[in-house]
């Protein structure tokens, strides 16, 4: 498997499914602008480049993709460390990509977990669809 999380200072790897993808890869650009109007009506335009904060939502169609209850559980552990970073690496166009993240927790939903399955007496071994929302930031 190439997608995993890794905790930059414990080393400590969670080990994601290859079909987990940022569903939102495209929806970001790098170029931030911002328009006013001078008093005699001119348009002033100031361009920048962001530097981090790209979103990374992680996820697989319903049907691949699913991680174990007992993954979910890791995730949602690392999730609620405070200050913490990581590696997420992940396949897409033909190599292993690396970013530096961080748990997008500006919500409630930086870790969501369905069980795949209805099931009464859940074990750790059971499927859940997931989605893992991070923040890129800068990895100096």
């Avoid at 913490?84 to 748990?103: N, S």
């Amino acid at each position: 498997m190439d997608t995993k999380l890794t905790n930059v200072a414990t080393n400590a790897v969670i080990e994601l499914d290859d079909e987990l993808y940022p569903s939102d890869e495209h929806e970001w650009s790098s170029l931030v602008s911002s328009t006013k109007y001078a008093l005699d009506g001119t348009m002033i335009v100031e361009q920048s480049i962001r530097k981090a904060g790209k979103p990374y939502t992680m996820q697989a169609p319903s049907d691949m993709g699913w991680l174990t209850r007992s993954t979910v559980n890791a995730l949602k552990a690392e999730r609620d460390k405070l200050g913490a970073t990581y590696w997420l690496d992940y396949r897409a166009d033909g190599a292993v990509k690396r970013v530096k993240v961080i748990f997008d927790t500006t919500g409630d939903d930086a870790v969501t977990a369905t069980p795949a399955k209805e099931f009464i007496s859940p074990s750790l071994d059971d499927p859940f669809i997931v989605t893992l929302k991070f923040l890129e930031i800068p990895s100096v």
